[in-house]
């Protein structure tokens, strides 16, 4: 039989771990076991391998290295900062478009007498600090607001809400698992107080994260255990993983610029054969990271579009994969003014750094061939 190669434009849920990155883990994997909580040396290597990892990530992020707790990724880091520093009584601003690992948590908060705002995003997909600081309560504790929306690619002002955080004393949180490695961080010269990021988002290994907390800011942790990463989330430390996400970080951020060109690039390219294609459709969203569409297809099914390019081994998503098993609009899509049977028409494709123009050239034969049929 022979194996077809499939053209994967989901790189916004997750990307193919970088073979550079998988050959360095397997090293790993292969000489280094010891538990790094040990103290004899095959211990300490392990333990080594982890904090040169700390180090160099913090170095990447512009913040201290005693900043850096290891997770098993954007979901866990966004646990630890909601539900390590909110409590009965508090009050918590977030965004109505956040992914599920934020909307989630603030629910179970809800039950726990934690009281909770939602700022809308505007038409254009973007949440305005002006419309956080009219939320602001005498008990708000706590606003987290996503870096870029996962499903729509809209980029939200992180600086200047944590600037506005900072000047009311409310701890700022962003969910930065779309934008870490694909535009720089400099933590050091911003307010943000906590930041959380997933590896298998830069071309790294999945089952990995970490979160930045500000020194200072105090964490009730919600895991307990043997006291690993300071307490905040025991457990055995994986030095495989830990090592895999720091080394995809160093590549990601070394090749940010070139990244971020040629992507931008194949956009375009895209853009311009649907134009000449005469589909009709519709990009969602302004101010976006490059490589993100979400585009509305009026003159047919999101779903079916879905189904049948996979049918042609094309990968494109409905929605967020986190919650793509359902059938009901996006809530990120009807809170940018979507009507519901538009939302449903809606897909995101999104572009990472291995696709090249003959992969865009297929992509829109594909799509004039399912629609324009």
Do not use: W
């Amino acid at each position: 039989m022979i194996k077809t190669k499939t053209l994967y434009f989901d790189t916004a849920a997750t990307t193919p771990l970088d073979l550079r990155v998988a050959d360095n883990m397997h090293k790993i994997n292969k000489d280094i076991f010891g538990n790094p909580s040990s103290i004899h040396q095959a211990g300490q290597k392990s333990h080594n391998v982890i904090e040169r990892s700390r180090k160099k990530i913090a170095e990447l992020l512009s913040c201290k290295q005693s900043e850096i707790y290891f997770t098993s990724g954007g979901s866990e880091s966004n646990n630890i900062a909601l539900r390590g520093v909110l409590n009965e009584g508090d009050h918590f601003i977030t965004a109505s478009y956040e992914h599920p690992a934020i909307l989630e948590v603030a629910k179970y908060l809800e039950s726990k007498n934690v009281d909770i705002s939602y700022v809308k995003p505007n038409l254009d997909g973007i949440v305005e600090p002006k419309d956080i600081a009219n939320l602001i309560k005498p008990n708000t504790k706590l606003v987290s607001i996503m870096a870029v929306n996962n499903e729509i690619g809209t980029i939200n002002p992180i600086y200047e809400i944590s600037d506005l955080c900072r000047s009311n004393n409310i701890y700022f949180h962003t969910d930065a698992v779309q934008y870490v490695g694909k535009k720089k961080i400099e933590l050091n010269l911003s307010n943000i107080d906590m930041l959380s990021l997933g590896a298998h988002k830069f071309y790294g290994p999945k089952g990995v994260g970490a979160i930045f907390i500000k020194s200072g800011v105090k964490i009730n942790p919600y895991i307990f255990g043997g006291g690993q990463e300071k307490g905040i989330r025991p457990g055995t430390e994986n030095p495989s993983l830990i090592s895999g996400m720091c080394h995809a970080l160093e590549i990601a951020t070394e090749d940010l610029n070139k990244n971020s060109m040629h992507i931008k690039k194949m956009e375009n390219l895209f853009v311009k054969l649907l134009n000449e294609s005469k589909i009709n459709y519709k990009i969602n969203g302004h101010s976006r990271l490059e490589g993100i569409l979400n585009i509305s297809f009026f003159d047919f099914d999101g779903h079916s579009l879905l189904l049948n390019l996979d049918m042609r081994n094309i990968a494109i998503s409905f929605g967020s994969a986190c919650a793509s098993g359902t059938a009901k609009a996006s809530p990120s899509l009807l809170s940018i003014g979507l009507k519901d049977d538009i939302a449903k028409n809606t897909v995101r494709i999104s572009i990472g750094k291995h696709i090249m123009e003959q992969d865009i050239y297929t992509l829109v034969d594909a799509l004039k061939g399912i629609i324009q049929k």
